[in-house]
Each structure stands twice: as structure tokens, then as C-alpha cells.
Nanobody
Framework: VQLQASGGGLVQAGGSLRVSCAAPVRIFSTHTTAWFRQAPGKEREFVAAIRSGGSGGRTYYADSVKGRFTVSRDNAKNTLYLQMNSLRPEDTAVYYC??????????????????WGQGTLVTVSS
């Protein structure tokens, strides 16, 4: 399964942007879904996630985006979203969506996800 991320672009600091991630099959209702990002010269880092299964619907955020970003998904449309508000230059990165049947303690760990999108570039200018 290949996820398709879209919606990236150039935005000024303080602005908003929503990125989306579509799947060709219905996996979001059965898999934990997440967003990660990777800035130039840096390692991929966790951004946000929505759990599935027993703790379905619970969301998790990195401290750096808490209160500014919102992760959501539409299971009927097989689409994951990341609404990003109050963007900062340090949010500039390629944003990747991921899906996996992860255990709770691995929600923020990239290696726990087996399905990835190709990434979409978000650039925040100062």
C-alpha cells in the first residue's frame, strides 16, 4: 500500500496550511496513522498521530507543535489530515504520513510504521 501526501507549499510565518494523506484502501480505521517530518540535515521526527484499536481516536503530538497543529482523519474517505496553524520557520520540512499497527509505546517511533507516503514539502518563510 502506498500513501499519497499532498498540500505542501510556501507560507509565511504565522500562517496556516493543511496537508493531506490519502490511501487507496481502507487502512486508516485499523492502523495507527501519523505524521513525521524531516528538515534538511536533520533526522526524521514525530509530529502527530491518531491511534486505532482499543485506544482508537486518541491523538498524540510532539511538544513543539502542541496547540498549533491538529491531526484528524476521515475513515470513509481514507484520508489523514494535518492542520498546521501559527507556522514558524522551524516547521520547514518534508512532511511524511505513515500508517502501522503499532503498540502504544511505539506511537512516536518512525520504525514502528510500515507504510509511508512520499512526503510533501512545507516551507515557512520568516
Amino acid at each position: 500500500v502506498q500513501l499519497q501526501a499532498s498540500g505542501g507549499g510556501l507560507v509565511q510565518a504565522g500562517g496556516s496550511l493543511r496537508v493531506s494523506c490519502a490511501a487507496p484502501v481502507r487502512i486508516f480505521s485499523t492502523h495507527t496513522t501519523a505524521w513525521f517530518r524531516q528538515a534538511p540535515g536533520k533526522e526524521r521526527e514525530f509530529v502527530a498521530a491518531i491511534r486505532s484499536g482499543g485506544s482508537g481516536g486518541r491523538t498524540y503530538y510532539a511538544d513543539s507543535v502542541k496547540g498549533r497543529f491538529t491531526v484528524s482523519r476521515d475513515n470513509a474517505k481514507n484520508t489523514l489530515y494535518l492542520q498546521m496553524n501559527s507556522l514558524r520557520p522551524e516547521d520547514t520540512a518534508v512532511y511524511y504520513c505513515a500508517a502501522g499497527q503499532t503498540i502504544l509505546s511505539s506511537t512516536t517511533v518512525a520504525n514502528a510504521y510500515g507504510t509511508w507516503g512520499q512526503g510533501t514539502l512545507v516551507t515557512v518563510s520568516s
